[in-house]
């Protein structure tokens, strides 16, 4: 399975943008990029996805390297609400089957 | 009202029991799953379901059955539970569209003694 590496833990100021990492040097060319958060006590939640261009929605916008081989989670103004764990996957083959690892947990400071 | 809703929200019980969780949605969804959390790690998928009656094992089966006798609704038991299955559990749903988002339950926090 392709899998995705992210940082542990990642902190940011309220209001400032939060970019987070995500590498997946083994994705294939049908594989989608899947972001889901998970807020504390809650189930993950949809973010955002994309193939080979930069996505943008209510939420985020998602930057995908040239190679596909990392991308990019961009949060313009971080809130104290979007403190949670991030996890990057791969959709394989859109085929609507998630494989979690272990996301980011992105903490925010007042 | 929530989408998908899981019941409980909270189980405590004893090693040896069996246990049900349930799963219903209001979303229309034909695909259903069952994910395992343990504390500091990611989500494992246990089963899932693309239909009424159908059952496909995930990766960390073993222990677990489940059951969709309806489209609403897929249920997860635990025909003889053991400690180690102490765990939170998210039921989801996704369209059987290609590439759609998952959506999650809030999940059962299960505590087997």
């Known amino acids: 399975d392709a899998k995705t590496t992210q940082p542990n833990s990642m902190e940011s100021n309220e209001e400032e943008p939060v970019h987070l990492p995500c590498n997946h040097s083994?994705?294939?060319?049908?594989?989608?990029i899947h972001w889901y958060r998970q807020l504390p006590s809650q189930g993950p939640e949809y973010v955002i996805h994309?193939?080979?261009s930069n996505v943008n929605n209510r939420m985020a916008s998602l930057a995908i390297a040239e190679d596909r081989k990392s991308s990019t989670l961009i949060l313009h103004r971080a809130t104290l609400r979007d403190a949670a764990v991030y996890y990057c996957i791969l959709n394989r083959n859109a085929g609507n089957m998630l494989t979690f690892g272990g996301g980011t947990r992105l903490m925010v400071k007042p | 009202d929530a989408d998908v809703t899981q019941t409980p929200r909270n189980r405590i019980t004893k090693t040896g029991k069996r246990i049900m969780l349930e799963c219903s949605q209001t979303?229309?969804?034909?695909?259903m799953y069952w994910y395992r959390q343990d504390p500091g790690l990611g989500l494992r998928l246990i089963y899932y379901s693309f239909d009424v009656k159908d059952i496909n094992k995930g990766e960390i089966s073993d222990g677990y059955s489940v059951s969709r006798q309806a489209q609403a609704k897929f249920s997860l038991s635990l025909e003889s539970a053991i400690p180690n299955q102490t765990a939170l559990y998210f039921c989801?749903?996704?369209?059987?569209?290609?590439?759609?988002?998952?959506?999650f339950g809030d999940g059962t926090r299960l505590s087997i003694l």
């Open positions: 989801a749903t996704s369209s059987g569209q290609r590439n759609q988002p998952q959506h």
């Open positions: 083994t994705i294939s060319g049908t594989d989608y």
């Open positions: 979303k229309g969804h034909d695909r």
């Open positions: 994309g193939l080979t």
